[in-house]
């Protein structure tokens, strides 16, 4: 199965912005939803948003709400996490994975192999 890449991280001072890209050459055939998922330093790895392929129903994790925003372009398989208002506590390296479940409550966890991810370090 065709791994999905991210890219977008950087270094960004609090409050500022970033938009992380998850892109496949093509998306696999039967996924239900693609996922957003963080590891900080020193912690578990998190789910932080998804969309679901059906009707792009979207979640985020309480911590995120109102600051990032998921989205999709289908012409080019590219899911895309825009973050908003960022702060120290959002630094971590994200990664993108399908994900067998995603509603308007909750998220699953990865049913990919975790890729390289993106480093997002916010610090001023």
């Known amino acids: 199965q065709e791994q999905l890449v991210e890219s977008g991280g950087g270094l960004v001072q609090p409050g500022g912005s970033r938009r992380l890209s998850c892109a496949a050459s093509e998306f696999p055939s039967d996924y239900y939803a693609i996922g957003w998922f963080r590891q900080a330093p020193g912690k578990e790895r998190e789910g932080v948003s998804c969309i679901s392929r059906s009707d792009g129903t979207t979640y985020y994790v309480d911590s995120v709400k109102g600051r990032f925003t998921i989205s999709r372009d289908n012409a080019k398989n590219t899911v895309y996490l825009q973050m908003n208002s960022l702060k120290p506590e959002d630094t971590a390296t994200y990664y993108c994975?399908?994900?067998?479940?995603?509603?308007?409550?909750?998220?699953?966890?990865?049913?990919?192999?975790w890729g390289q991810g993106t480093l997002v370090t916010v610090s001023s």
């Open positions: 994975a399908t994900t067998y479940y995603c509603s308007r409550y909750g998220m699953g966890g990865a049913m990919d192999a």
